[in-house]
């Protein structure tokens, strides 16, 4: 059985914009960071940064509602993106979060500079 369902909360490092496909399809990315403290003698914070992708009315509505620093639950599946660099000819690939839903956890967005530059 394979299962790819990933939910994560996090804040939004950037402002979200919206653009559109060449089909006019309104797609959002969006960096989340996603904070976790780490178990041992010190107690250490890690960061984990996550591109996430939102597609249609929901792209329009987040980059209309959120704001850099705003806590945000989201949903979905991962997905790998593979493409060749121009300049060197070499393979290259990135793993983002495809979002099926999302939601705000909190009103307001978190206080700027939260650990939370990328």
Sequence with gaps: MNV?????VGNLVTKPEVQF????????????????TM?????KQVTTFLDVR???????????LAAKGQEIFVEGALRQEQWQDKETGKPRSKLFLNASSWQFTQRKPATPNQGMER
Excluded: F, I, Y
């Excluded at 496909?21 to 996603?34: D, I």
């Excluded at 939102?54 to 209309?64: H, Y």
């Design 4 to 8: 790819n369902d990933v939910k994560v």
């Design 21 to 36: 496909t060449p089909k006019g399809v309104p797609v959002t990315t969006v960096a989340v960071g996603v904070n976790e």
């Design 39 to 43: 178990p041992g003698q010190e107690k």
């Design 54 to 64: 939102v597609w249609g009315q929901s792209a329009e509505n987040l980059a209309r």
